[in-house]
Nanobody
Framework: HVQLVESGGGSVQAGGSLRLSCAAFGYTVSSTRMGWFRQAPGKEREGVACIGRDGITMYSDSVKGRFTISKDNAMNTLYLQMNSLKPEDTAMYYC?????????????????WGQGTQVTVS
């Protein structure tokens, strides 16, 4: 049984930083692709960043240069470092596991999801 537990969300002023964590249970973070998605009120969920089994990363244009995805295999944890935050980054953030190995932000390629952590930027 795969369980993903996100943490690290909160409220921050524009220009600030947050680091999200996603601890994985029943799954090894090094085995396939993992990603971060977000959903703002009234909007569809969108892919933010992903990291493949090979460590190669991919970002959406809206966060490129500001967010960094990484994983710690020893801690079995996925991270999202978010810098230069903007009000439009406000959303519920979810980590997810894909059955595929290499980078991609297509939502239906992810089959396990965490419960989400709220990020609010004012």
């Amino acid at each position: 049984h795969v369980q993903l537990v996100e943490s690290g969300g909160g409220s921050v002023q524009a220009g600030g930083s947050l680091r999200l964590s996603c601890a994985a249970f029943g799954y090894t973070v090094s085995s396939t692709r993992m990603g971060w998605f977000r959903q703002a009120p009234g909007k569809e969920r969108e892919g933010v960043a992903c990291i493949g089994r090979d460590g190669i990363t991919m970002y959406s244009d809206s966060v490129k240069g500001r967010f960094t995805i990484s994983k710690d295999n020893a801690m079995n944890t996925l991270y999202l470092q978010m810098n230069s935050l903007k009000p439009e980054d406000t959303a519920m953030y979810y980590c997810a596991v894909s059955r595929y190995c290499y980078t991609g932000l297509t939502e239906n390629e992810y089959n396990y999801w965490g419960q989400g952590t709220q990020v609010t930027v004012s």
